[in-house]
């Protein structure tokens, strides 16, 4: 999938990480101090930033998580640009845990 060297690429997944986050309200109503809630999700991006897919590949078993989070998948369409060098065949796919904090 084109990952690249990691660290070469940190920046941009953290731009990914944040762009998704700062669009999550979380349900902060479930939270649980003894219970873990994650919801992993993979995002594909095209070579000109666009979103072209946003899907949960992992529920956190909870539908009121899980809701919130595809929300806020729904509401970004477009992020930064693909540095150089970072995916083949001009898109990136990148897999995102969203944990409620």
Same mark, same amino acid.
């Given at each position: 999938m084109g990952q690249?060297?990691?660290s070469e690429f940190a920046w941009y997944?953290?731009?990914i990480h944040d762009r998704f986050?700062?669009?999550w309200d979380q349900p902060v109503s479930?939270?649980?101090p003894g219970?873990?809630?994650i919801c992993t999700v993979q995002i594909r991006i095209e070579k000109d930033g666009r979103i072209t897919s946003a899907k949960i590949i992992q529920g956190s078993s909870n539908a009121v998580m899980d809701q919130s989070v #595809?929300?806020?998948l729904e509401k970004v369409r477009q992020i930064d640009p693909l540095p150089?060098?970072?995916?083949?065949g001009g898109a990136y796919t990148v897999n995102i845990n969203? #944990?409620?904090q």
């Amino acid at each position: 999938m084109g990952q690249g060297d990691p660290s070469e690429f940190a920046w941009y997944h953290e731009l990914i990480h944040d762009r998704f986050f700062s669009q999550w309200d979380q349900p902060v109503s479930i939270f649980d101090p003894g219970h873990q809630f994650i919801c992993t999700v993979q995002i594909r991006i095209e070579k000109d930033g666009r979103i072209t897919s946003a899907k949960i590949i992992q529920g956190s078993s909870n539908a009121v998580m899980d809701q919130s989070v #595809e929300a806020a998948l729904e509401k970004v369409r477009q992020i930064d640009p693909l540095p150089p060098g970072l995916g083949d065949g001009g898109a990136y796919t990148v897999n995102i845990n969203f #944990e409620l904090q």
